[in-house]
T-cell receptor
């Protein structure tokens, strides 16, 4: 099992550009989460999906952020246009529907985004 | 407002001692609470889960307690080792949604 795979690992982009972060969850996991981590705010939940359907996107900062999950093996988080304050590490995590009762969630290695 | 508080100051202890980390919460009614470990440059790794109706859970050198009256969880690492040095995050889950909200984490440094 390769775990949760995120790409790219690092992204440096100029303000105003579009950024797309990608995530491949663990096969068989039907819950997927996008988190953002900064020193100031810690780990913030942006959005999560269950069976490819967005359940709660109340953490998405603003309309510049959007997330999709077209199938069970792929999700994207897009920022358009990007701003310097979006600089953070973005994590994707996946889990089984009942994972919360026993196994927790599995996180990817994250994408470090720097907007200059 | 809802808040999850972990000690923001690093915890420094000597190898072999027991480390105790605290997670306090307000305005939540969590159905369960999880603890994760995070190493620099890596994603969090799940350690333990405890449900609201459980008082204590153990796994090897780890022990978690959950007091819903005090709104607090304690995380203990016994016989600590330098390899236990990391940031430890608590996370609360509410209801059946699977939504997990994290605290800021506490950094543990175990000195040889």
């Amino acid at each position: 099992d390769a775990g949760v795979i995120q790409s790219p690992r690092h992204e440096v982009t100029e303000m105003g550009q579009e950024v797309t972060l990608r995530c491949k969850p663990i096969s068989g996991h039907n819950s997927l989460f996008w988190y953002r981590q900064t020193m100031m705010r810690g780990l913030e939940l942006l959005i999560y999906f269950n069976n490819n359907v967005p359940i709660d996107d109340s953490g998405m900062p603003e309309d510049r952020f959007s997330a999709k999950m077209p199938n069970a093996s792929f999700s994207t988080l897009k920022i358009q246009p990007s701003e310097p304050r979006d600089s953070a590490v973005y994590f994707c995590a996946s889990g089984r529907d009942r994972a919360r009762l026993n196994y927790g969630y599995t996180f990817g290695s994250g994408t470090r985004l720097t907007v200059v | 407002s809802q808040k999850i508080e972990q000690n923001s100051e690093a915890l420094n202890i000597q190898e072999g001692k027991t480390a105790t980390l605290t997670c306090n919460y307000t305005n939540y009614s969590p159905a369960y609470l999880q603890w994760y470990r995070q190493d620099p440059g890596r994603g969090p790794v799940f350690l333990l889960l405890i449900r609201e109706n459980e008082k204590e859970k153990r796994k090897e050198r780890l022990k978690v307690t959950f007091d819903t009256t005090l709104k607090q969880s304690l995380f203990h690492i016994t016989a600590s080792q330098p390899a236990d040095s990391a940031t430890y995050l608590c996370a609360l889950g509410t209801g059946n949604t699977g939504k997990l909200i994290f605290g800021q984490g506490t950094t543990l440094q175990v000195k040889p």
